[in-house]
């Protein structure tokens, strides 16, 4: 079946760039979904791109779209402590989540 | 309030029970959704209801079922509960197509079977 696959862990230090990276395999998936989950609380959406898209901007983050690699990434710029949590990417079509990066941030 | 409530929060129970986890929403939204979150493994879906009288299975259906008593409440039962269950459960709403397609969770249900 469609997956959706991501790299479990991710430590960067306060003030650096974060980059969370997620492969695909559905490539019909309309839209694609960066999800936030801080401990103990539900998910959270933080962005999401249109699949006509290359590269959505938003502040902070920037999500970046190869639809030809089926690669989506999520960069968090100056990394705060406050944004130690974990990731998901998320494609809607087919309902499927990736297993979630856990972002750790450093001072 | 939350918009997606789920009782209860947390629940320890033993092997061979019977669990029912409960959903409630006050968005307004059709679809609604059952996942399992289990660490390594992200969230899979159980089961999603586009509407009132529609129920499908989703990925790891086997060992629960789901009903869906209204618009606002979707639960999920665990008909005899085994330790391989034991995950933390959330239940999620989303709009119909047009939409983003964007879920909004609950605050999640941890279960734990011993």
């Known amino acids: 079946g469609e997956d959706v696959e991501q790299s479990l862990f991710l430590s960067v230090r306060e003030g650096d760039s974060s980059v969370i990276n997620c492969t695909y395999t559905d490539s019909s998936s309309t839209y694609l979904y960066w999800y936030k989950q801080e401990p103990g609380a539900g998910l959270q959406l933080l962005t999401y791109i249109f699949s006509n898209m290359d590269m959505k901007q938003d502040q902070r983050l920037t999500v970046l779209l190869n639809k030809k690699d089926k690669h989506l990434s999520l960069r968090i710029a100056d990394t705060q402590t406050g944004d130690s949590a974990i990731y998901f990417c998320a494609e809607i079509d087919d309902m499927r989540f990736g297993a979630g990066t856990r972002l750790t941030v450093k001072p | 309030d939350a918009d997606v409530t789920q009782t209860p929060r947390n629940r320890i129970t033993k092997t061979g029970k019977r669990i029912m986890l409960e959903c409630s929403q006050t968005k307004g939204h059709d679809r609604m959704y059952w996942y399992r979150q289990d660490p390594g493994l992200g969230l899979r879906l159980i089961y999603y209801?586009?509407?009132?009288?529609?129920?499908n299975k989703g990925e790891i259906s086997d060992g629960y079922s789901v009903s869906r008593q209204a618009q606002a409440k979707f639960s999920l039962s665990l008909e005899s509960a085994i330790p391989n269950q034991t995950a933390l459960y959330f239940c999620?709403?989303?709009?119909?197509?047009?939409?983003?397609?964007?879920?909004?969770f609950g605050e999640g249900s941890r279960l734990t079977v011993l």
């Open positions: 209801s586009f509407d009132v009288k529609d129920i």
């Open positions: 999620a709403t989303s709009a119909p197509d047009g939409n983003t397609g964007e879920l909004f």
